[in-house]
């Protein structure tokens, strides 16, 4: 070993540099490092450290040591800096563990990106590239979402699924009854318009009674399951995208993570499950809402009795069309249901992201449904039915 060097204040906390024949030097930290007293100043070790040159790495024995603080912390920080600057190696295997790891904790900051580069104009090619990747990215969260739900769901059928039955009683409610007031204004407006439509050209040809046909038909096959799926996906998909996303923002989602609980068994599955359960029901309640506006131009309009009306109805609607509208709804169910859930999982940390996923929520439902729809349309043709 070298030369030695002593630097005490006030007998409190001690350095003691030592350098040895391999060009490294040890530093002895001795004594009781806290703010309360004056603690050994790191911008006098390094002129101590400059003094000794060439050094090629700093090391610690600290068995002396006897307390510490942020004072001792900032002494390593600032020599940590210094060594980093002058290319000399910083060993701190000699330090106690808490201190390492506080160190690594001021020391690792984030790399700053330059605020004052300004991207030039993006290429044609670079945006359909940007535009493939986020693509990528998207089908992978929706992937990965869905595979989730189809997990949850056979836990749900094992009576394994981690919810609370009285959520799922909550939300049957909410999606069932009441979802009935608004229901029924829409379905009956909607049933008056066929039958005012029907009526116009109907009329022409002493035809009349066949508007209870038009109305049943199209409320039993179409009209009931869609306008149905629209009113729920403004009012119920809007609405599990705004909660499940403020508990993204309120951070509850992480929680729920680190307690060992899955959002999607915890959350999403209560959630789909009412409105699965929910939208046959509300189908078969708009498609005797629907009717029922339909009778009441028929009855007050084209002068056609009660039992005219009611028989042709009869006859018009077989059990395949109300199948099909029934097929419809629980489908539609599923869409409304995964897009709101989903948009409340990705949406961000901010007030606005939740409104920007309610509505992203609506939309994506809307644009399913009328997606679904024209499927089905295309394969009832198909097979004839």
């Given at each position: 070993m070298?030369?030695?060097?002593?630097q005490?204040i006030?007998s409190?906390?001690?350095?003691?540099?030592s350098?040895?024949?391999?060009?490294i030097?040890?530093?002895?930290?001795?004594?009781?490092?806290?703010?309360?007293?004056?603690?050994?100043?790191?911008?006098?070790?390094?002129?101590?450290i400059?003094?000794?040159?060439?050094?090629?790495?700093?090391a610690?024995e600290?068995?002396?040591?006897?307390?510490?603080?942020?004072?001792?912390?900032?002494?390593?920080v600032n020599?940590?800096?210094?060594?980093?600057?002058?290319?000399?190696?910083?060993?701190?295997?000699?330090?106690?563990?808490g201190?390492?790891r506080?160190?690594?904790?001021?020391?690792?900051?984030?790399?700053?990106?330059?605020a004052?580069?300004?991207?030039?104009?993006?290429s044609?090619?670079?945006a359909?590239?940007?535009?493939?990747?986020?693509?990528a990215?998207?089908?992978?969260?929706?992937?990965?979402?869905?595979?989730?739900?189809?997990?949850?769901?056979?836990?749900?059928?094992?009576g394994?699924?981690?919810?609370?039955?009285?959520?799922?009683?909550?939300?049957?409610?909410?999606?069932g009854?009441?979802?009935?007031?608004i229901?029924?204004?829409?379905?009956?407006?909607?049933?008056?318009?066929?039958?005012?439509?029907?009526?116009?050209?109907?009329?022409?040809f002493?035809?009349q009674?066949?508007?209870?046909?038009?109305?049943?038909i199209?409320?039993v096959?179409?009209?009931?399951?869609?306008?149905?799926?629209?009113?729920?996906?403004?009012r119920?998909g809007?609405?599990?995208?705004a909660?499940?996303?403020?508990m993204?923002?309120?951070?509850?989602?992480?929680?729920?993570?680190?307690?060992?609980?899955?959002?999607?068994?915890f959350?999403?599955?209560?959630?789909?499950?009412?409105?699965?359960?929910?939208m046959?029901?509300?189908?078969?309640?708009?498609?005797?809402?629907?009717?029922l506006?339909?009778f009441?131009?028929?009855?007050?309009?084209?002068?056609?009795?009660?039992?005219?009306y009611?028989?042709e109805?009869?006859?018009?609607?077989?059990?395949?069309?109300?199948?099909?509208?029934?097929?419809?709804s629980?489908?539609?169910?599923?869409?409304?249901a995964?897009?709101?859930?989903?948009?409340g999982?990705?949406?961000?940390?901010?007030?606005?992201?939740?409104?920007?996923?309610?509505?992203?929520?609506?939309?994506?439902?809307?644009?399913?449904?009328?997606?679904?729809?024209?499927?089905?349309a295309?394969?009832?043709?198909?097979?004839?039915?």
């Amino acid at each position: 070993m070298g030369r030695f060097f002593m630097q005490t204040i006030r007998s409190v906390g001690v350095v003691q540099l030592s350098k040895s024949s391999d060009n490294i030097v040890t530093l002895g930290l001795s004594g009781n490092w806290q703010l309360r007293e004056e603690a050994p100043s790191a911008y006098d070790m390094q002129k101590r450290i400059e003094e000794n040159l060439p050094v090629s790495s700093i090391a610690f024995e600290t068995s002396g040591l006897s307390g510490w603080d942020s004072s001792l912390l900032v002494f390593l920080v600032n020599l940590s800096l210094y060594c980093s600057q002058t290319e000399i190696v910083f060993d701190d295997s000699g330090l106690p563990e808490g201190i390492r790891r506080l160190i690594m904790l001021a020391t690792a900051v984030p790399e700053k990106k330059d605020a004052q580069k300004q991207p030039g104009k993006e290429s044609f090619l670079s945006a359909i590239g940007g535009a493939t990747l986020k693509l990528a990215v998207s089908y992978r969260e929706v992937t990965d979402f869905i595979g989730s739900i189809v997990l949850s769901s056979i836990f749900f059928m094992r009576g394994r699924a981690n919810y609370r039955r009285v959520d799922l009683f909550r939300l049957v409610y909410e999606c069932g009854a009441q979802a009935l007031p608004i229901v029924s204004l829409i379905s009956v407006l909607i049933g008056l318009i066929l039958a005012f439509v029907g009526a116009i050209q109907l009329r022409m040809f002493g035809a009349q009674i066949y508007v209870a046909d038009l109305v049943g038909i199209a409320m039993v096959r179409e009209m009931g399951a869609m306008m149905t799926a629209i009113i729920m996906a403004g009012r119920t998909g809007a609405a599990f995208a705004a909660q499940i996303g403020t508990m993204q923002v309120n951070e509850e989602i992480d929680a729920f993570k680190t307690l060992g609980v899955s959002p999607v068994e915890f959350l999403v599955m209560p959630r789909m499950i009412a409105l699965i359960l929910m939208m046959p029901f509300l189908c078969i309640y708009a498609d005797f809402v629907g009717i029922l506006g339909g009778f009441l131009v028929g009855i007050g309009m084209l002068d056609l009795s009660f039992m005219e009306y009611y028989n042709e109805t009869v006859s018009a609607i077989s059990l395949t069309n109300c199948s099909i509208g029934l097929v419809k709804s629980l489908i539609f169910g599923i869409l409304i249901a995964l897009s709101g859930c989903l948009r409340g999982m990705q949406c961000g940390r901010s007030a606005s992201a939740v409104g920007a996923a309610a509505t992203s929520a609506v939309v994506t439902a809307i644009v399913w449904i009328i997606v679904m729809d024209a499927i089905f349309a295309v394969l009832t043709q198909v097979l004839g039915i």
